[in-house]
């Protein structure tokens, strides 16, 4: 199994946000943050230094110090119009129940950027979640049948979800993998606009 570490890929994940961050801001909307994973705000604390987002709202089931509010950010993005212009989901194990619930949202700007952590690996991570077998189209009652993920059947996943989005009404319009990252991790950014 593998230990999971939190930011073991520190430079990558900078990076990639960073990247995202210009291009959201060429968009003129503003830097509005929706951190769903915050922790203990590593990744945004050293970008806060380069950037100054408008505005910030921290999330995660766990208690954390402030400004990061406890709360299921999967049931947030459900239940919240979301004012954010980046949505970052650096969670263990698959973003695709944030995925999907995000692409279902209300949202208050035509374009978002959002970042997604993809854990592969250790004993918690080895299969895929119900988000990821549904974009598949494999029924989540499968799931006792099923060996866990193969890598070729996670990339499969990831292209499904990514063309969920357009089923959902979104143009990606670009995207960027963060280089780097290990067998067992992926780091991507998305740019999406919602079609009218």
């Known amino acids: 199994m593998i230990k999971q570490v939190d930011n073991g890929m520190l430079g990558a994940k900078l990076d990639l946000r960073r990247w995202l961050i210009q291009r959201v801001l060429e968009e003129g909307k503003g830097l509005h943050v929706l951190d769903c994973c915050a922790g203990d705000r590593v990744l945004w604390k050293r970008l806060e230094r380069e950037w100054k987002p408008d505005s910030y709202v921290g999330l995660d089931i ?3 110090p402030a400004p990061v509010l406890k709360a299921d950010s999967v ?32 949202w208050t700007h035509d374009r978002i950027g959002v970042c997604l952590t993809m854990g592969n690996g250790g004993k918690a991570m080895g299969a895929l979640g119900n988000a990821a077998l549904k974009a598949l189209g494999i ?4 799931r006792k049948r099923l060996p866990p993920a193969c890598d070729a059947r996670r990339e499969a996943a990831v292209d499904a979800c990514m063309y969920l989005a357009v089923e959902l009404g979104c143009t990606v319009l670009d995207t960027r993998e963060a280089g780097g990252a290990n067998r067992w991790t992926r780091y991507i950014a998305v740019m999406l606009e919602r079609r009218g």
């Open 139 to 142: 029924p989540t009652t499968w």
């Open 75 to 106: 049931r947030w993005l459900r239940s919240m119009p979301l004012k954010a212009t980046l949505v970052d989901v650096d969670t263990y194990g698959e973003p695709w129940k944030h995925w999907r619930t995000l692409l279902r949202a209300n």
């Open 62 to 64: 766990k208690r954390k």
